[in-house]
């Protein structure tokens, strides 16, 4: 018999808040022991998989321990299956997989074709005093897409991946908000008749929310609209982080790439 996450479906004001604001969270979206068993598995492929967390795009990415300061173990492509324990990863791509499928058939908010096989999945660790300063999930090199089947500066077109849904569960649980480690989402007040997605006026105001990583907490967001960083925390913590992607074509102009 399959093992099976059961997921808590997304409300219909997570999904509204997800259209409007660009993020939304669902608290307890993983029962406890769904998420003690997602926690072990991290902690049992740590010490075989996991390296130091590098930032920039993929043509320029390093390690910048001034930017962040974290370990991550990638999921796909898999782990060795005698590693950890191979059903709870199982369980956790199918689980991921529906919320991929969940978001896509949501009438509201409207996204990108979410591509089957372009979902990212990592298990992530904070040392104590760990942390990841404000960006976007987006690169800004190349309107953010990622190149696959030609290089910038051959022009002309080619097909290319980019990020549109983040997402991160929460792995630790209890969590106190006085051990820091909170997720800092930024956002600009915009006018209440605005659409969706528009643009933000430069004289709107910015302000933030602080996400406690509770363990069973799933947060989503806009890959490309919200900015965020991940505060000090006071203590080691983990978590699963997960991007889904779309796969389009993507116009390259040689001379303003060389």
Known sequence: MKLTLPARPISEPALASLAERGWCMIPEWLDPPSVAAILSDAEALDAICAREAGVGSRE??????????????????????????????????????????????????????????????????????????????????????????????????????????SFILYLDSPWRAEWGGALRIFEQDRPGSAAPGAPVPPSARESHTDVVPHGGTLVILRSDRVEHEVLATRRPRRCLVGWFRTQGVVQLDPIACS
């Open 60 to 165: 320029g990415r390093g390690v910048d321990t001034q930017v962040r300061n974290s370990r991550l173990c990638a999921l796909y492509p898999p782990p060795p299956p005698s590693a950890g324990c191979i059903d709870t990863r199982m369980a956790l791509y199918r689980a991921a997989d529906s919320l991929r499928a969940e978001l896509q058939t949501a009438v509201s908010p409207s996204l990108p074709e979410l591509h089957h096989f372009q979902t990212e999945l990592s298990y992530l660790s904070y040392p104590e005093g760990g942390f990841y300063k404000r960006h976007l999930d987006v690169p800004r090199t190349n309107g953010g897409w990622y190149l696959r089947s030609r290089r910038p500066e051959h022009g002309g077109s080619g097909t290319g991946v980019r990020r549109a849904v």
